[in-house]
């Protein structure tokens, strides 16, 4: 399996935690809960500030794991690595700085 790339995640990237835990009201305002997953799965958003051979490098992973599993290992605990991630959409450009530097965000998540 792949492993997204080892580029510098910076401070403003998120792991959120996704409990799949899904609540409804019935017609007398009881609450209903419903776990649609067995396991808890993480939302990634990371930021990275690139420049042009590492975005190459961002880029190349994508195109040749737009939809294949791989692994990732978030900057918050780089003993732990996240298997069975996906790309939630095409890595964005947030700003283009001067001397040829680039923050983008990507969006990734546990299958």
Partial sequence: MATYPALKQTIESTRTRLSGLVADEGGNLTLWMRNMAPTEKFKFSLFHVLVQSQLDTLMAFYAANKTTPFDLV????????????????????????SKGLFTYRVDIRTQ
């Fill in 74 to 97: 978030f900057r918050d605990n780089l003993s732990v690595t996240h298997t069975n991630c996906l790309f939630l959409d095409a890595p964005q450009k947030v700003a283009h700085h």
